[in-house]
């Protein structure tokens, strides 16, 4: 079974940056695509990047420019860069496959961007 979890959160003020990481244990293929989720209380989980097996990523247009995801397959972790952070990317953030059928979901790591 495999098993994922997030780390990296926290509060930071408007225009900070915080870099998230999501650890896999277990066995997982590198060629999953694999994906950053958020959500914020009251609202629906929502995607925000993406990245292929290959390295191609993809970005919701509200953090585009902002954010970077990466992956490291050795280490079976994916990470997310996020800069010029504002308070609507306050959420828990989530990584899970971007394809069905998705693993387990982990706890997810708490962003807060508050001044």
């Known amino acids: 079974q495999v098993q994922l979890v997030e780390s990296g959160g926290g509060l930071v003020q408007p225009g900070g940056s915080l870099r998230l990481s999501c650890a896999a244990s277990?066995?997982?293929?590198?060629?999953?695509?694999m994906g950053w989720y958020r959500q914020a209380p009251g609202k629906q989980r929502d995607l925000v990047a993406a990245?292929?097996?290959?390295?191609?990523?993809n970005y919701a247009d509200s953090v585009k420019g902002r954010f970077t995801i990466s992956r490291d397959n050795a280490k079976k972790t994916v990470y997310l860069q996020m800069n010029s952070l504002k308070p609507e990317d306050t959420a828990v953030y989530y990584c899970?496959?971007?394809?069905?059928?998705?693993?387990?979901w982990g706890r997810g790591t708490q962003v807060t961007v508050s001044s």
């Open positions: 990245i292929s097996g290959g390295g191609t990523t």
């Open positions: 277990g066995s997982i293929s590198a060629i999953n695509a």
């Open positions: 899970n496959k971007l394809l069905d059928p998705r693993l387990e």
